[in-house]
């Protein structure tokens, strides 16, 4: 009896069996997601090997051609990327030392340097796009014309719902804010 006196002070989280937690529904489809992702990653990466790019040279690629009328510049393309200045300025070095890229000055602002993407670069963009359209004809084929539809829906949510939860969790409170709804703050989220 004097145990139903006490204040149950352990929260739903410890409670809970975290094997309960495995058989979620939500778990499991994010589990088959990255299973899917793998697959699909495994089979553009062997399309690109023969290419002679990686995926994130694919993607660099793509982005520097997508903002050509401005000039695209490293730390927009690390932020467009969600890679460190750092990494994109390892990256950009081997590019422009495989001909792929050029950092030209700025016609908008002469201290800054933008990305171009040189002929050579073009040319392999255009091949990986045309490889990357049939490895994912490919590998949709079995989805009629409603099933895609639905599918590019659901991605677009999720990786909305996966952008959201990022900035929250990279969001830093330095100040007090007393209206604020994060518990802890002053602390980066973990």
Partial sequence: M??????????PLETTDWRLLQN????EQIDLLIRTVHLVRAA??????QLDINEVRYSALKVIVAVNETGCSQSEL????????????????RMEGDQLVIREQSQKDRRKRV?????????????VKTCHG???HRLLTSLNSDQRRQL?????ALLKSAYTQRSQRETV?????????????GFPAA
Avoid: M
Wanted: hydrophobic share 30%; glycine share 4%; aromatic share 4%.
């Fill in 134 to 136: 049939t490895v994912s």
């Fill in 44 to 49: 553009l990466n062997n399309t690109f090997a």
């Fill in 78 to 93: 690390a932020r467009k990327l969600g890679q460190s200045e750092s990494n994109i300025c390892t990256l950009i070095e």
């Fill in 24 to 27: 979620n529904e939500c778990v």
């Fill in 152 to 156: 590019t829906g659901i991605l677009q």
């Fill in 2 to 11: 004097e145990q139903d006196n006490k204040p149950n002070s352990e929260s």
């Fill in 115 to 127: 990305l171009q993407v040189t002929d050579q670069g073009l040319r392999l963009l255009e091949q």
């Fill in 173 to 185: 409170k330095t100040f007090q804010d007393v209206s604020s709804p994060y518990p802890l703050q």
